[in-house]
């Protein structure tokens, strides 16, 4: 026992260095996705309102130059235009968006810039980009394992898994389970 | 100390082959459907299509704020869009996708909503539009066509 022990310790210390990284991107993106329906985890969206000359409900081909003029927009700047209703036109560039009303001339713009540092612990946590990161992602879940596996026989006596160690890990265990028997029952 | 230097060494190959991309973007498994159907012709008659799986194409409109799991693609009729609904997490679609073209591909899907839902899916819509909404004037069921997406490919323009 007391060379599991020490197999035990070795493990825990040297992986637990490892997966400190890891765990932040994936504890702090936890956090943030978890209210994803209240708000966007991802992007920082900001609409700025303008008012140009209105170029008038006529036909697209007549108003878009128009539009594009008016805004200071070079064509090269567009990526493409779409006339949403016959008062609405909407101009896409790169990372933002136009909403042009052509009735009154009021324009939106709307950007969303990735939000700094959070945008990217969500690529990884949620594994959007895939590919080789799946293989970091699964190797982590791995590791986490033997953590959880190795944890619980680090320490001995009152404070281990015969005392309190063990009412720990019991509560820990039983939580996901409750939860899990609740939901069956509620569906 | 050799480890340490492998490890970081590893980690940054690891982020030099996810940022190379390309201006053609796949999403989920792409697309593999024959044929192409125009969005003006499936909504003109949007029954026929129903549990089929189609493909269709158009400027990437709109995109789900929260989530990014629905796209609304252009019709070639101006002012009509068709909606590609993913599942949750297992395709994102950026907001940097507007203005892209987009090639769709899916079951099309008819979902009846009883009364109740069409209100509220009519006063979500009025609020996002920033325009009235009276419950009392919404008075039949509506039917939700959708494409259940398995996979898009966008191409900036």
Known sequence: MRRVRKVCWTLHREI?????????VYAVSGIAVNHAHHWDA???RVAAPSAIAPPGAGPTAEVEPLVLERLGLSRAQVKTTWRASP???????????????LVTGQAVHRTARPRPVLFDLNFMHLNTGKGPWTVVADLYA????VLALTGPLLVRGRKGLAGRGGVMLAVGIVLPLAYAVVMRLAH | MRIIASLVLASMLLAGVALAGGATKTYGKGVAAADTVRVSALLANPDKWVGQTIRVQGKAVDVCKNRGCWLNLA???????VRVKVTDGEITFPPGI??????????????KLDLETTKKMCEAQAKQDGKKFNADEVTSCKT??????TGAVATKN
């Open chain 1, 16 to 24: 637990g260095f490892l997966v400190v990284g890891l765990t932040i």
């Open chain 1, 42 to 44: 991802n992007y920082e």
């Open chain 1, 87 to 101: 008062e609405v036109l909407e101009v896409f560039q790169e990372g933002s968006t136009w909403e042009v009303n």
């Open chain 1, 142 to 145: 791995g590791l986490l394992i």
């Open chain 2, 75 to 81: 019709s070639d009729v101006e002012g009509q869009t």
């Open chain 2, 98 to 111: 507007l203005g892209d073209m987009v090639i769709a591909e899916g079951v099309w899907t008819a979902n």
């Open chain 2, 144 to 149: 939700l066509y959708q494409l259940t997406g």
